[in-house]
Every structure is written in C-alpha cells, then in structure tokens.
C-alpha cells in the first residue's frame, strides 16, 4: 500500500528554527509538495520537491532524499502565525497525490 | 495566479435535504478538479475527481448517489450532497489545477465548505 508518515504534532519556541520529517512508500514518484493549512481554511501551497535537495523560499525550506523516502520541510525564525498544520503529499506514478495526515505545529511565545 | 472560489462557505442545514456546493476557477480553466473531504484534525481525504464533460471518477468507499458532482464547464464544479444526515458534517474543500494533474502542477484550494447538518 502508499503510505506517508509526519509527526501528528510539534512544538517550537517563537524565532527558532523546526524541522518537520516526511517519509513516504509510493508506487512511484513524480514530485513532493508541502502545504500549510490554518485551523478551519483551506491548504496553501508551499513547496515542490522533484530533484533531490534542498529548496529555499524565504524562512522555509525543503529538503528531497529519493533514494531514502524522505523529506523535510525546515521553518526558520518562527512567528506565532506559523502555527498550523502541515500537510506532506507526494504525487505517485499515475500523478495522484498521496496525503500525509499532516503535522500540527504549535508555536509558544 | 490560480484562484479557485467555493461557495458557500458555511452551511447548516436539517437532516434529509439537499445542499450544493459550488467550486469556481477564476481566472483559469480546469479540465478536472478535485473534491476533498476532511474530519476535525485529520487529513484531507479525496472523494472524487470531477472531469469537464464526462462523469466524475469516485474514490472506493465513496457513494456516487449521495454525492453527486457535476462539471459542465470547464471553470465550474459543482458537489450536491443528497439527503445530507449529521454524518455528512464535515469541512468539504474543491481544488484546481492550472496545468492539469501531472508533474509540478500545484493544486489551488478553494476555501473550503463547512457543512453542518443537524
């Protein structure tokens, strides 16, 4: 079967840097994506990951091991906005996306 | 950039009737969109892909009767929820993709619907 792991819940300190683990078994690959989701809204897009290594955008960050089935998405400087989920997916050999059950993130003062 | 608009956002409704729900791409065309459904704290769970012109393709386990979607063009979708019963309360949420299913292709969410049925 597909399966994708994260964490179901972290913590973090506000201005401090978090690293939130994917691992992920597909039939296939063809691209990992992260996505935040506030409480109640809707997911926005974050990241895509296809090649192996590291993606910078602004405080975020994302890292791509194909070979080991793994991911990571990296926030930096943490505000108190950052809390939400996020979500994990990974698009599979006939392009369906997987969704990881998403990692909520709970930033204290 | 891609916006999707879903409409309502929040519906309450008695158990036994019907509510739609409307799923628009705003400023581009979606040959196929895609219904999500999604319980308190968990993941999002597809329910059907909605493809312009033909039937939506559903996911197992998914009722196509209860759920009835429809794609007449290429920027609307729509999601009816038949006789809707308090199970049926959830956070449903369409997306879009400008570029169709494959490859880097990002999905835009519309808002989301939050249905609850009394």
């Known amino acids: 079967g597909q399966n994708i792991d994260q964490p179901t819940e972290m913590t973090a300190t506000e201005g401090a840097i978090v690293q939130i683990n994917c691992t992920y078994q597909t039939s296939g690959f063809n691209g990992l994506f992260w996505y935040q989701q506030h409480a109640g809204e809707a997911p926005t897009f974050l990241s895509y990951n296809v090649l192996d290594g590291l993606e910078e955008k602004g405080r975020f960050s994302s890292f791509l091991s194909r070979s080991k089935g793994y991911s990571y998405l990296l926030l930096k400087e943490l505000q108190m906005k950052d809390s939400a989920s996020y979500l994990c997916?990974?698009?599979?050999?006939?392009?369906?996306?997987?969704w990881g059950a998403g990692t909520k993130l709970i930033i204290k003062p | 950039g891609a916006v999707v608009s879903q409409h309502p956002s929040r519906v309450i409704c008695k158990s036994g009737t019907s509510v739609k729900i409307e799923c628009r791409s705003l400023d581009f065309q979606a040959t196929t969109m895609f219904w999500y459904r999604q319980f308190p704290k968990q993941s999002l769970m597809l329910m059907a892909t909605?493809?312009?012109?033909?039937?939506?393709?559903?996911e197992q386990g998914v009722e196509k009767d209860k759920f009835l979607i429809n794609h007449a063009s290429l920027t609307l979708s729509t999601l009816t929820v038949t006789s809707a019963h308090p199970e049926d309360s959830s956070f449903y949420i369409c997306?879009?993709?400008?570029?169709?299913?494959?490859?880097?292709?990002?999905?835009?969410f519309g808002a989301g619907s939050r249905l609850t049925v009394l």
């Open positions: 997916a990974v698009k599979d050999s006939n392009y369906q996306l997987i």
């Open positions: 997306s879009a993709s400008r570029g169709g299913i494959s490859g880097a292709n990002v999905l835009t």
């Open positions: 909605s493809n312009e012109g033909s039937k939506a393709t559903y």
